[in-house]
């Protein structure tokens, strides 16, 4: 093994191995979609198997086993794969697929190290059989979201949760690509039911099907982001064939993929993809986790959800980086952005168990406002829309009157600079409060004020 980690993953993963070392048997890392946690994974794994232990890394679907296999041949880890459909070897470092595993429960021999991709996934019935079943193995969660609908923590779990750098960070640093997202309407879903903690898909459906939506998705694709490639997340597959045929009436090649579709036919659906002789790819609970198409150039959402982790992670897939591209285009359609924030928008994770929300809105981490002119949508600490330069309408305050002397708005405004800077407690925070207000150079900034903060503080 000859590759080396990037700074931030060598952090992460020292982190994690003195985690370990301090007595901890189930760790949880958390990084953004994007970060490579998949090569974090094959370097962790590959370390602990040339000192004679047995390794799994867990993956819940099957395209998510041969995109593992890849990227593990790609680093030059040797591995064998526990799957339906594949022959299995004796090599130290085994790629497994949830549901093989579970059959094979009461034959499989009992690892040393089990590593578990998507690991907030553990609380299901599955998961939590395998993981129950080999007690004195290490276990080591990967994901980009350590939260769920039920507001079930993962503490009996994991003892410990260490963390890798914001999206804010990544970007900052060019690892994730920058974006713009544009929020264009804004469903009504007060009307839908909810089953599991998420809307009830017939409901979407009837909020979402319908041409006046689709037709605006089409228009908005082709003026803001005609000719990359996009992936669109529909809420059934014939809302996705809908959209589909809205977009070939509008000249734009265009597929459908979910779950169902033959292997060979999504393989050749994904290399016109990569290619650029499919322009639009609308899927359906395909590649909302682990889905690795870097090629993705914006992000189309026509599927409202009360998800936090699932908003994130189909977002986070057109924020990977790409030769020639240069941002990533989000059009939210669903509204998704008002309920759950940014996607570089810092937000505070937990083992433990957190209350339901009490309605359909969840409180975002920053406050989310949109531009009346273009449509884009950007934190409410900016004064002017970053996309069109529109000066923000700011609704008139009641001036604050003491003994007769009135405080002037502009010291109200700077008085909430400074309380958001105060809020802003570590380096990761401060470059993205920066980003948000579109400093020059955030980074900079940012460590000019850690400094001074230091040099004061100690």
């Given at each position: 093994?000859?590759?080396?980690?990037?700074?931030?993953?060598?952090?992460?993963?020292?982190?994690?191995?003195?985690?370990?070392?301090?007595?901890?048997?189930?760790?949880?890392?958390?990084?953004?979609?994007?970060?490579?946690?998949?090569?974090?994974?094959?370097?962790?794994?590959?370390?602990?198997?040339?000192?004679?232990?047995?390794?799994?890394?867990?993956?819940?679907?099957?395209?998510?086993?041969?995109?593992?296999?890849?990227?593990?041949?790609?680093?030059g880890v040797?591995?064998?794969?526990?799957?339906?459909?594949?022959?299995?070897?004796?090599?130290?470092?085994q790629i497994c697929g949830i549901q093989t595993l579970t059959r094979r429960i009461e034959s499989v021999p009992e690892p040393d190290l089990i590593m578990w991709d998507e690991a907030?996934?553990?609380?299901?019935?599955?998961?939590?059989?395998?993981?129950?079943?080999?007690?004195?193995?290490?276990?080591?969660?990967?994901?980009?979201?350590p939260t769920r609908l039920d507001g079930r923590g993962l503490r009996e779990w994991f003892s410990e949760m260490v963390q890798g750098p914001t999206t804010a960070s990544l970007i900052s640093e060019g690892m994730l690509s920058p974006y713009r997202l544009f929020a264009p309407s804004q469903p009504d879903m007060s009307s839908a039911a909810t089953r599991a903690g998420d809307y009830v898909t017939s409901d979407v459906v009837d909020a979402m099907d319908r041409p006046s939506i689709t037709g605006d998705a089409v228009s908005h694709y082709q003026r803001l982001c005609a000719g990359k490639?996009?992936?669109?997340?529909?809420?059934?597959?014939?809302?996705?064939?809908?959209?589909?045929?809205?977009?070939?009436?509008?000249?734009?090649?265009?597929?459908?993929?979910?779950?169902?579709?033959?292997k060979s036919e999504r393989d050749r659906t994904l290399a016109r993809f990569k290619s650029g002789e499919v322009k639009v790819v609308s899927n359906v609970e395909l590649f909302g986790e682990g889905f690795d198409a870097p090629a993705i150039e914006a992000a189309i959402l026509l599927r409202p959800t009360q998800s936090t982790s699932l908003y994130l992670q189909q977002v986070g897939r057109a924020l990977r980086t790409y030769p020639g591209k240069s941002e990533a285009i989000i059009l939210?359609?669903?509204?998704?952005?008002?309920?759950?924030?940014?996607?570089?928008?810092?937000?505070?994770?937990?083992?433990?168990?957190?209350?339901?929300?009490?309605?359909?809105?969840?409180?975002?981490?920053?406050?989310?406002?949109?531009?009346?002119?273009?449509?884009?949508?950007?934190?409410?600490?900016?004064?002017?829309?970053p996309v069109c330069q529109k000066p923000v309408e700011i609704q008139s305050r009641k001036i604050d009157?003491?003994?007769?002397?009135?405080?002037?708005?502009?010291?109200?405004?700077?008085?909430?600079?400074?309380?958001?800077?105060?809020?802003?407690?570590?380096?990761?925070?401060?470059?993205?409060?920066?980003?948000?207000?579109?400093?020059?150079?955030?980074?900079?900034?940012?460590?000019?004020?850690?400094?001074?903060?230091?040099?004061?503080?100690?």
């Amino acid at each position: 093994m000859t590759f080396e980690l990037r700074d931030y993953q060598k952090t992460l993963v020292d982190a994690a191995r003195r985690s370990i070392a301090g007595g901890n048997r189930a760790v949880l890392m958390v990084a953004p979609t994007g970060a490579g946690k998949t090569v974090m994974a094959a370097w962790m794994l590959a370390q602990a198997s040339t000192r004679g232990r047995s390794c799994w890394f867990v993956v819940h679907r099957r395209e998510l086993i041969t995109q593992s296999s890849r990227t593990f041949d790609s680093v030059g880890v040797q591995h064998g794969i526990i799957s339906a459909g594949f022959s299995q070897t004796r090599a130290p470092v085994q790629i497994c697929g949830i549901q093989t595993l579970t059959r094979r429960i009461e034959s499989v021999p009992e690892p040393d190290l089990i590593m578990w991709d998507e690991a907030h996934h553990i609380a299901s019935e599955s998961w939590s059989k395998i993981y129950s079943r080999f007690p004195g193995a290490l276990h080591i969660g990967l994901t980009a979201t350590p939260t769920r609908l039920d507001g079930r923590g993962l503490r009996e779990w994991f003892s410990e949760m260490v963390q890798g750098p914001t999206t804010a960070s990544l970007i900052s640093e060019g690892m994730l690509s920058p974006y713009r997202l544009f929020a264009p309407s804004q469903p009504d879903m007060s009307s839908a039911a909810t089953r599991a903690g998420d809307y009830v898909t017939s409901d979407v459906v009837d909020a979402m099907d319908r041409p006046s939506i689709t037709g605006d998705a089409v228009s908005h694709y082709q003026r803001l982001c005609a000719g990359k490639r996009a992936i669109v997340f529909a809420a059934s597959v014939k809302h996705s064939n809908h959209i589909v045929e809205a977009f070939r009436q509008a000249g734009v090649t265009a597929e459908h993929l979910d779950g169902t579709t033959e292997k060979s036919e999504r393989d050749r659906t994904l290399a016109r993809f990569k290619s650029g002789e499919v322009k639009v790819v609308s899927n359906v609970e395909l590649f909302g986790e682990g889905f690795d198409a870097p090629a993705i150039e914006a992000a189309i959402l026509l599927r409202p959800t009360q998800s936090t982790s699932l908003y994130l992670q189909q977002v986070g897939r057109a924020l990977r980086t790409y030769p020639g591209k240069s941002e990533a285009i989000i059009l939210d359609h669903a509204g998704n952005c008002f309920r759950h924030g940014l996607p570089a928008d810092i937000r505070t994770w937990s083992l433990d168990s957190q209350p339901k929300p009490k309605s359909e809105r969840e409180t975002p981490a920053v406050t989310v406002r949109q531009c009346k002119q273009c449509f884009a949508a950007f934190s409410s600490r900016l004064r002017e829309c970053p996309v069109c330069q529109k000066p923000v309408e700011i609704q008139s305050r009641k001036i604050d009157e003491k003994k007769g002397d009135l405080e002037e708005i502009a010291n109200l405004e700077q008085r909430e600079k400074k309380r958001e800077q105060a809020g802003a407690k570590t380096l990761d925070q401060l470059i993205n409060l920066a980003i948000a207000r579109r400093y020059k150079n955030p980074r900079a900034w940012a460590y000019h004020v850690h400094a001074a903060r230091s040099r004061k503080f100690g």
